[in-house]
């Protein structure tokens, strides 16, 4: 079981008000990833679930009950940071032991609990080395070994592949979701990376200064944010945002529209405009357009092998059903 | 050549280093030397004591008889090990809360602690006399034991302080989460982590508190008299005993001149810790 609930939870820091009061559900057997810039409170939100720091205002329930007042040691949650903070000093059977250790498990049952972890993670030929003697996603793999031995309510995982290299993070993140699967124990996973976000996430808790901004599935986040920053914030290259006579035309102050939701053509289309600078992924190519009368460029994702170059003038025409449109508090508009 | 370090120079720097050396090492050297002699030829001049006299062990033998070394020796041994652990026991936990959960004012006490420091030790002497006098505990290794961890302690504090500092807060944290109270999380987490520092700790406190010869002097008599003491009582009013004086020192340095050459890499690697990463 891992069902989390937030009640009306507010944190101070000082006279700093981190997360305004705040509500939040997250379903047992949920992956549940928290976005947001840096210091939106992503990680303070975690660490008020986690424990490790007391919420001014407001009940954090585990399961139905209140633990608000629970230390972490109490709350049956695992945490993997974003430092792995391995003990150093200890082996990483040690390392992996070492919840177990305080829990008084019996040393038999201890042993094979290691056994199987270190197969799930592949470090059985590891397990008497230190930590400083592993690669980074070695060091990762032991902090998750430690996390699952623990058979924990819930995983809190803090940031924890920003310190891989990019190869390594992807690795990574399929290992995170494939232990998701298997294990159907619920997982809340902080991220400043929306690709990662929207890669392995049940569903998406976006937040802005402490508020939550919107919470859904990736795809509904993608397809209907409900304001300009969830909008602006999800989505790889980011949605076009057009203020002016251009959103005007929609009856909208700004109108959004992603990349992929504009057609190019030679010939003829609403908007004219000359390439810029073109990105090529190989199987898509992102052209910045730069389009009269709009002060940004515009970016367009044509197919891999679209024959443009620089300064070539174009036409561009945005799909009007994928259009969003958003009025002055840059909420959505129906 | 990164700098454009010459030979000429690079020998220059020895030799001046080395002159410096001679010269922090040479009253230590001269105590020795002195101590091999006998009273009358220890007043000689210099060059005539080096090159012009004998060498003789009596002034050792001599000494031993007349006062007891090894009960100086156990006394010296059991004040500075029992002041800097029972130092230990307080300064961990101070440390540890100044280090791990900082309050508003933590700098401050900080720089009080040190501040005590500064205070010279006279200034407070007779008052501490006088509770000790009324506490019974004068002339007492006990009492020592108190006096001088508490006059050593604001530095155990502050060497930990750092050392502790030294530690990521997450992996105090990654402890809490795994189930660890806060006596398991210091025992098995903290401390192993921190064991170079607080041996270096350790280490400095034993030969400050050996060397210690202020209170140790004032509050003792003859029962629980040090190895400062014992040395003291060869500067009589009677007039000055070279050569004895030199055995005392020489015999009351050199344990914990063993010890300190013994453990110097600990004691540089400890007190340069976190100095470079």
Redesign the interface.
């Known amino acids: 079981m891992g069902h989390i609930q937030l009640k009306g939870v507010k944190k101070n820091f000082g006279d700093v008000t981190v997360i305004p009061t705040l509500d939040l559900e997250i379903e047992d057997g949920k992956f549940v990833v928290f976005v947001g810039p840096s210091g939106c409170g992503k990680s303070t939100l975690l660490r008020l679930i986690a424990g490790l720091e007391d919420v001014t205002e407001g009940v954090v329930e585990i399961d139905g009950q209140d633990a608000t007042g629970l230390p972490p040691a109490k709350r049956r949650l695992a945490m993997v940071f974003q430092s792995y903070a391995l003990y150093p000093h200890m082996s990483v059977r040690k390392n992996i032991a070492f919840p177990m250790k305080m829990a008084r498990i019996p040393q038999e049952e201890q042993e094979q609990r290691i056994t199987e972890a270190a197969r799930v993670l592949n470090l059985t030929d590891y397990l008497d080395r230190r930590p400083g003697q592993l690669s980074g996603g070695q060091r990762q793999r032991v902090a998750i070994g430690r996390a699952i031995v623990r058979e924990p309510a819930a995983f809190l995982f803090d940031e924890p592949l920003s310190n891989l290299d990019a190869a390594l993070r992807v690795g990574m993140r399929l290992e995170i979701s494939e232990l998701h699967k298997r294990l159907a124990t619920t997982m809340i996973y902080v991220t400043h990376d929306q690709v990662e976000a929207m890669t392995m996430a049940d569903k998406i808790v976006v937040l802005n200064a402490g508020v939550i901004e919107q919470v859904g599935s990736p795809l509904e986040l993608y397809r209907e944010p409900r304001n300009l920053f969830v909008a602006g914030f999800i989505g790889s290259p980011r949605m076009n945002l057009l203020e002016g006579s251009v959103a005007e035309k929609y009856d909208a102050h700004i109108v959004g529209i992603r990349p992929e939701h504009i057609e190019v053509s030679a010939a003829s289309g609403d908007w004219t405009g000359t390439v810029g600078v073109s990105e090529h992924l190989g199987s898509d190519t992102f052209f910045r357009v730069n389009v009269e009368g709009f002060a940004e460029p515009v970016t367009v994702r044509a197919d891999g092998d679209v024959d443009l170059h620089y300064g070539d003038t174009i036409h561009l025409t945005p799909d009007p059903h994928q259009l969003h449109r958003f009025d002055r508090d840059s909420a959505r508009l129906a | 050549m990164a700098r454009g370090v010459t030979i000429s120079r690079k020998s220059v720097n020895t030799i001046a280093a080395g002159v410096l050396g001679l010269l922090m090492f040479f009253p230590v050297l001269w105590i020795v030397i002195l101590s091999f002699k006998t009273e009358g030829d220890a007043i000689k001049a210099p060059l005539e004591i080096l090159f012009g006299t004998g060498w003789t062990t009596e002034s050792y033998g001599t000494v031993q008889a007349r006062s007891d070394y090894f009960k100086h020796f156990s006394n010296s041994l059991i004040i500075s090990l029992g002041s800097t652990f029972l130092g230990l026991l307080i300064a961990v936990p101070a440390a540890w809360s100044m280090a791990f959960v900082p309050a508003k004012r933590t700098k401050d006490v900080l720089m009080w602690m040190l501040s005590t420091k500064m205070l010279p030790p006279v200034g407070v002497l007779v008052p501490i006399y006088l509770i000790f006098r009324d506490l019974g505990i004068l002339d007492t290794r006990s009492g020592l034991v108190i006096v001088l961890m508490l006059i050593n302690l604001p530095i155990i504090i502050w060497m930990l302080y750092t050392y502790f500092r030294e530690i990521?807060g997450?992996?105090l944290?990654?402890?809490?989460?795994?189930?660890?109270?806060l006596r398991?999380e210091v025992v098995?987490?903290l401390i192993?982590?921190a064991?170079p520092g607080m041996a270096s700790t350790v280490l400095l406190n034993i030969i400050l508190a050996w060397n210690e010869a202020f209170w140790t002097l004032n509050l003792t008599a003859a029962k629980a008299a040090p190895l400062t003491a014992f040395i003291a009582s060869y500067s009589s009013p009677e007039g000055l005993f070279y050569a004895k004086l030199s055995a005392a020192s020489v015999m009351a340095i050199a344990p914990i001149l063993m010890m300190g050459w013994f453990s110097q890499k600990q004691l540089v690697r400890g007190l340069t810790f976190g100095a470079v990463k």
């Open positions: 990521p997450e992996i944290e990654a402890a809490r989460m795994d189930g660890a109270t398991e098995h987490v192993p982590m064991i």
